[in-house]
Nanobody, 124 residues
């Protein structure tokens, strides 16, 4: 059974930084494209950033230049380094694997049940 465990969230002031981690188990991590998503108050879950099994990355425009997604296949973990945070980044952050576009999928073609997420709150 696949488990996704997100950690690293917290309360931070605007302009601050956080590093999120997502530890995956029950799957062959290195073969999976992984992504971070977030769901803000009263909003739908949205893509934040994705990384393919080969290491290619993609970001939504609102986080480009501020967030960096990376992966450590030896640790079965995907990271999201977040800098210059602003209150609009407040959300619960989740990770999941997805079918990449090259395989006929898209970033919302997620593969597994969602974890509990990690709360990020940015104060102004």
């Amino acid at each position: 059974q696949v488990q996704l465990v997100e950690t690293g969230g917290g309360l931070v002031q605007a302009g601050g930084s956080l590093r999120l981690s997502c530890a995956a188990s029950g799957m062959i991590f290195r073969f999976n494209a992984m992504a971070w998503y977030r769901q803000g108050p009263g909003k739908q879950r949205e893509l934040v950033a994705g990384i393919t099994s080969g290491g290619s990355t993609n970001y939504v425009d609102s986080v480009k230049g501020r967030f960096t997604i990376s992966r450590d296949n030896a640790k079965n973990t995907v990271y999201l380094q977040m800098k210059s945070l602003n209150p609009e980044d407040t959300a619960v952050y989740y990770c999941n694997a997805f079918y990449p576009p090259d395989n006929g999928g898209n970033y919302y073609s997620t593969l597994y049940s969602w974890g509990q997420g990690t709360q990020v709150t940015v104060s102004s």
